[in-house]
């Protein structure tokens, strides 16, 4: 019987904490949208919005994951549905399904640091620091608001940009050096809230692991930095030069609405996680790049 029900658990987050899961002796489900096996997991085919039956005798904890991909796309008034309602109506389908059918179960949800909004500032947000306006905001705000209609209060992590060798964010940074120079997008200045995806795993474990935790946590490395200064750690890794910056406009050109991801962004703490002793085992950017580009290796 299940313990831990993955949502999502196709995606980068979630094969990584699926294994892990599975090492750690737990007995784990995936629900997927499509017909796909996990060594590490049993497989429940849903629609996106309703899980199908399950027993839930032994279920401790729904993990919400599910998401289409924020930078995969232009954002398209099409795509802006698809990532709302990929993230919010499903969230909003596992809470209907836990209070029927698992209510003795947690959520343990991802929201992300959208939540703040993009901007110039460079203030250190935790996680009393107000919501912004723009649509991440919006988005992750109803996203969050979906999550606490489950019936125990759920754990919320507010993730950062995730950095794992496996996928994700990292490879796209890293074609930004593919012939030997680097650059960074305009104006350089944006905080740059970053995590490395074995820290986004053990909180997630960490979370199942204490049933006593509820409410939002920043999940993000405790040292937030600027796009240039992240663009320099990367480019003094490599032993490359770095070139002047991608021009704000050229980058609205080629990526439309999506392009304020790029530049602008939000310098966020996780002032719960570490107030209430979780131990990052990457908490410093150059740890970070050296594991990532060891991989790389």
């Known amino acids: ?11 980068l987050i979630g094969e990584a904490l699926g294994k892990a899961l599975a ?26 919005l309703h899980p199908p039956r399950i027993d839930t005798q032994k279920l401790i904890a729904v993990v919400q994951l599910s998401g289409a991909g924020i930078a995969e796309r232009r954002w398209t008034e099409a795509y802006k549905r698809t990532l709302w309602e ?9 809470t209907a399904w836990m209070r029927t059918y698992a209510p003795a179960a947690r959520l ?14 460079q203030e250190r947000l935790t996680e009393e620091s107000p919501p912004g306006q723009d649509f991440l905001a919006g988005l992750a705000q109803a996203w969050e608001k979906a999550a ?42 944006q905080g740059f809230s970053w995590v490395h995806i074995a820290d986004v795993v053990e909180a ?30 990367v ?15 050229l980058l609205h050109l080629l990526f439309g609405e999506i392009a304020t ?5 939000a310098y966020v703490v996780p002032h719960r996680l570490l107030a209430e002793g979780f131990a990052f085992r990457y908490p410093t950017l150059s740890a970070a790049l050296a594991d990532l580009l060891r991989a790389a290796k």
């Open 1 to 11: 019987m299940v313990e831990v029900l993955l949502a999502g658990g196709s995606g």
């Open 23 to 48: 090492e750690a002796g737990y007995t784990v489900g995936v629900l997927t949208r499509q017909r796909k096996s996990f060594p590490f997991a049993e497989t429940f085919v849903w629609d996106g």
């Open 86 to 94: 990929s993230r919010v109506e499903s969230t909003r389908g596992l």
């Open 108 to 121: 343990i949800s991802a929201s992300a640091i959208g939540y703040y909004g993009a901007s110039l500032s």
């Open 148 to 189: 606490q209609e489950s019936p125990k209060p759920p754990v919320i992590f507010r993730i950062g940009v995730v950095l794992s060798p496996a996928g994700g964010a990292w490879p796209k940074l890293r074609q930004a050096f593919r012939f030997g120079i680097g650059t960074y997008s305009a104006p350089g200045l």
């Open 204 to 233: 997630f474990l960490w979370a199942i692991r204490h049933p006593e935790k509820s409410g939002v946590y920043n999940l993000t490395a405790s040292e937030p930095v600027s796009a240039k200064a992240f663009a320099q750690a």
């Open 235 to 249: 480019a003094q890794a490599l032993h490359y030069p770095i070139l002047l910056p991608i021009p704000e406009s």
């Open 261 to 265: 991801t790029l530049t602008r962004g």
